[in-house]
């Protein structure tokens, strides 16, 4: 008889729960039927994705991706039974997390000018960006933590102000003045041999680039002046 009680209650807690689930997943729907092509065309995806990512939201599947990440390239791409459309989809993410992240940049920038225009040189959030008209040197002189690195926007062919820039920069890392510098060569978008020959060509130590002390990077379009260009910022330790 206790048996049977219990095996009753635990019937109704788990009715109660798969009910749960049941509303969870019904209520998941992110893309209208109505607005199928607007989406798509706002997403990169195609309106039989945005169909598939819906089934998917609407199926047990749904349980695991409402505990967490809801993110519709993510789900896809691992729903996914093809290499191609995972592909298609990873890459996507990629493009709609880096203009997130670079508006995320761009609010923290604004939030840093505020701090400083209400804290003084005191600010809670330190981007040197956001330093329009205010020695850098002065602000962090006393700020323990931080590492300073630079951005180097250079060329592979035909610089020698590229490369003098470099080796500057390179001594200043040995010397432990420099926690490191991130190279973006703004002549290579994709090709990664022109800039494995100039690496070469600089006799760059192996132990600093498998450190990260310095980082080999295609161009990002981010360079504001003539070349070389370099940015100064920070990082906590």
Not at 75 to 80: D, G, N, P, V
Not at 120 to 132: H, T, V
Not at 147 to 161: E, P, S
Not at 182 to 189: A, G, L, Q, S, T
Request: with cysteine; proline share 3%; aromatic share 12%.
């Amino acid at each position: 008889m206790h048996f049977m009680k219990n095996l009753v209650v635990l019937f109704i807690a788990f009715t109660a729960s798969f009910n749960l689930i049941a509303d969870e997943i019904t209520n998941t729907k992110i893309f209208s039927e109505n607005n199928f092509e607007t989406d798509a065309k706002r997403t990169g995806l195609t309106v039989t994705d945005l169909k598939r990512f819906n089934e998917i939201m609407e199926s047990p599947s749904a349980f695991f991706y409402n505990r967490g990440e809801k993110n519709v390239y993510y789900i896809l791409a691992a729903e996914s039974d093809n290499e191609a459309d995972r592909m298609r989809y990873a890459r996507l993410w990629y493009e709609a997390e880096e203009k997130y992240n670079e508006g995320l940049g761009n609010a923290l920038r604004a939030y840093t000018k505020a701090s400083i225009e209400k804290n003084g040189r005191n600010p809670k959030i330190f981007d040197l960006d956001a330093y329009d008209n205010i020695d850098v040197n002065e602000v962090f002189s006393s700020k323990g933590g931080m590492a300073k690195r630079v951005k180097l926007y250079i060329k592979t062919k035909d610089c020698v102000q590229c490369v003098q820039q470099f080796n500057g920069l390179k001594n200043r890392i040995e010397d432990n003045s420099l926690a490191g510098v991130d190279i973006f060569f703004v002549d290579v978008k994709t090709n990664q041999k022109p800039i494995v020959e100039w690496a070469k060509n600089q006799l760059i130590p192996p132990n600093l680039v498998k450190s990260k002390k310095i980082t080999l990077n295609f161009d990002d379009g981010k360079a504001s002046k003539e070349i070389p260009y370099v940015q100064d910022y920070f990082l906590f330790n």
